[in-house]
Each structure stands twice: as C-alpha cells, then as structure tokens.
C-alpha cells in the first residue's frame, strides 16, 4: 500500500491511496490533519504532518473504503474528524 500525488490544498490534503489493485482519490481535512497529526498553520504543513504519519493515514484510508464503490477524483474517498 503506498501513496502518489499528495497535495496540499490549505483545507484539505489530497493524495491517491494504491489499495487491492487501484488507485484511489482521498481527501483528509485541516481539522484532522491538525486534531491527529499535529500540522499547524503555514505552507505544506499538511504535507510534512502526512510524511510523518503516511503508514497511520493510509491504514485509517484503507479502512474506510467500500467494496464496490467508485472513487473518483470529483467523488474521493474522504476523512474527517470523526474517522480517526
């Protein structure tokens, strides 16, 4: 399980999450990002607290995602506060 395309998009993290043979779009809050991970205020804070903590996230992502379902980047897989 690894991760590609990680963006920082100041209220959200996005990356792509590679799980049983696809890839699959997730999206983590700043709240959660911030709450859990301890990524504070300023430029690719989201992206230095995901790199610390990536196996935690992508653990809690794979999870998460239904058999069946569609993720697509318009529709991701998504992570809040309340899924951690």
């Not at 992502?61 to 239904?66: G, I, K, L, Q, R």
């Not at 991701?76 to 951690?84: C, K, S």
């Amino acid at each position: 399980m690894g991760s590609l395309n990680v963006e920082d998009h100041g209220e959200w993290l996005s990356f792509s999450l590679s799980h049983a043979g696809s890839l699959i779009p997730v999206r983590i809050s700043r709240e959660a990002m911030e709450e859990f991970f301890g990524a504070v205020a300023g430029s690719d804070s989201l992206k230095k607290a995901y790199e610390q903590d990536a196996e935690m996230i992508h653990a809690r992502a794979a999870d998460m995602v239904v058999a069946g379902k569609n993720y697509t980047p318009e529709n991701p897989l998504v992570l809040g506060m309340e899924d951690f």
